[in-house]
């Protein structure tokens, strides 16, 4: 398998400030990482795919201006909540795939806006 | 692009009995098709899966079983322990050779009941 780590595991936050997500890869040069969000009691929504040392690609409906994806290492992919609201409260998970079809999901980002 | 559905959203069954989720899905040129369970509050845990050439998988309690013509998936779990209690999602996803976007299922909410 492939050993994921999300740093923070939970964040509160102030409506207007950015929040920043940070998941690595930490045994493995991951070339794509995906970014999910799970609100409650629903399923896994993907909201973009992140590959190092390009832009990453955006699901219809996600605001690439609003969530900022940073892949700059085969490592560490990051993901920026501008601006964040209480509707962006969620659960934000990522997973890397290691070329084949399975992915490794990190154990998540609780994110609470007030 | 894909679309997966999955039913029943919610299924309560007594210690001991056999559990069954059915999904299915839109795009036939998916070919990979995990199962997770979750946990409240933790990241998804693959607990099994099937590719598209094969028709049925085993392991120890669980087996998945596949029907490409129908576009269908089914999870069975014998059985069912309190254990095992949780949240259950299918997916369905296309590798492409360097990574394989994964759309889930809406979610089965497992009770086992003493």
């Known amino acids: 398998g492939a050993v994921v780590s999300q740093h923070p595991s939970w964040v509160i936050c102030k409506s207007g400030t950015s929040v920043k997500i940070e998941c690595r890869s930490l045994d493995f040069q991951a070339t794509t990482m995906f970014w999910y969000r799970q609100f409650p009691k629903q399923s896994l929504m993907l909201m973009a795919t992140s590959n190092e040392g390009s832009k990453a690609t955006y699901e219809q409906g996600v605001e690439k201006d609003k969530f900022l994806i940073n892949h700059a290492s085969l490592t560490l992919s990051t993901l920026t909540v501008t601006s964040a609201h209480p509707e962006d409260s969620s659960f934000y998970i990522c997973?890397?795939?290691?070329?084949?079809?399975?992915?490794?999901f990190g154990p998540g980002t609780r994110l609470t806006v007030l | 692009g894909e679309n997966v559905e999955q039913h029943p959203s919610t299924l309560s069954v007594q210690e001991g009995d056999s559990a069954v989720i059915k999904c299915t899905y839109s795009d036939s040129a998916s070919n990979y098709f995990p199962w997770y369970k979750q946990e409240l509050g933790k990241r998804p845990q693959l607990i099994i899966d099937i590719r598209s050439n094969v028709g049925e998988k085993k392991d120890q309690r669980i087996a998945v079983t596949l029907n490409k013509t129908a576009k269908h998936f089914s999870l069975h779990i014998t059985e069912t322990q309190p254990e095992d209690s949780a949240v259950y999602f299918c997916a369905a996803s296309f590798h492409t050779g360097t990574a394989s976007k994964l759309t889930f299922g809406t979610g089965t909410r497992l009770q086992v009941t003493l």
């Open positions: 997973s890397l795939g290691r070329g084949g079809n399975e992915q490794f």
